[in-house]
């Protein structure tokens, strides 16, 4: 017997996120199957590439449940939420996916990054895309956001070695004339913030210089009087004493 799942009907009364799980539920039923044997993650699967991440997280957390080892359910379970904006639960789901994650380890660690970039968690996110690298160091993806991240960091020349590093491996990305001007103006305000620096540095020498130039000059002036104060007492002990008295004129 064939039975579509989507043909089975459900009473009304239960949340539309619900319905997919009690399709399953029931098609089991009417088969004598076990629990096991319900596709939770295969019909959560389908939804989940149909863009209907509500209908598909109520069968994708059935599916976990089902088989806590399924990276790809745990993976689409997390961005479901994300796209949810349930983000709490997209980190808790991607985090328990990574643990047990082989093949898609660098893409629990990427949508990490992407739930942390857009709760404005910068360094988090800094750091989830690069675990993602280190999982795969080719996924130029992560390279791009990563660097997205890093110049809302602040940290530019870094960001500029990640949106070069992501152009090498896609150089036919669509994406490459507006990278290039973001990494013009970066090199430009990097440029200029260095000869901001030099010329500090070179005015602080200069008035380094001119305090020292001024310490030498009264240092000499001390040295040179110190020696006339030796001269004067040395010619004071050959001045000779008069002997007469001084008289009054009358």
């Known amino acids: 017997m064939t039975v579509n799942v989507k043909s089975i009907k459900i009473p009304g009364g239960f949340p539309e996120a619900w319905l997919g799980a009690l399709r399953v539920l ?3 039923s009417l088969l004598g199957l076990p629990l096991a044997a319900a596709s939770f993650f295969d019909d959560g699967e389908k939804l989940f590439m149909q863009n209907k991440p509500l209908e598909a997280s109520a069968l994708l957390e059935s599916a976990v449940k089902q088989d806590p080892q399924n990276e790809k359910a745990w ?5 479901a939420y994300q796209q949810l904006k349930r983000y709490d639960e997209a980190v808790a789901a991607l985090r328990k996916g990574a643990s047990v994650a082989v093949q898609y380890r660098h ?3 990427y949508n990490l990054g992407n739930v942390y970039f857009t709760q404005g968690r910068n360094n988090f996110a800094d750091d989830m895309y690069s675990q ?6 080719a996924f130029s993806p992560a390279y791009l956001n990563r660097a997205n991240t890093r110049v809302n960091l602040q940290n530019f020349p870094d960001a500029v070695a990640d949106y070069t590093r992501y152009l090498s491996l896609e150089p036919a990305s669509p994406k490459r004339p507006s990278i290039e001007k973001v990494v013009a103006i970066i090199n430009g305000k990097l440029a200029e913030a260095e000869q901001k620096k030099q010329a500090a540095e070179a005015a602080k020498q200069a008035e380094a210089d001119r305090k020292q130039a001024l310490l030498n000059d009264i240092s000499s002036s001390l040295k040179a009087a110190a020696d006339d ?3 004067l007492s040395a010619g004071a002990e050959n001045v000779q004493g008069y002997n007469e008295d001084f008289q009054l004129e009358q």
């Not at 993976?75 to 961005?79: D, K, R, V, Y």
């Not at 993602?132 to 160091?137: E, F, G, I, M, R």
Request: aromatic fraction near 10%; charged fraction near 15%.
């Open 75 to 79: 993976l689409e379970l997390g961005i």
């Open 132 to 137: 993602a690298l280190a999982a795969n160091d």
């Open 26 to 28: 029931v098609l089991a």
């Open 107 to 109: 893409l629990f660690y």
């Open 229 to 231: 104060t030796k001269s």
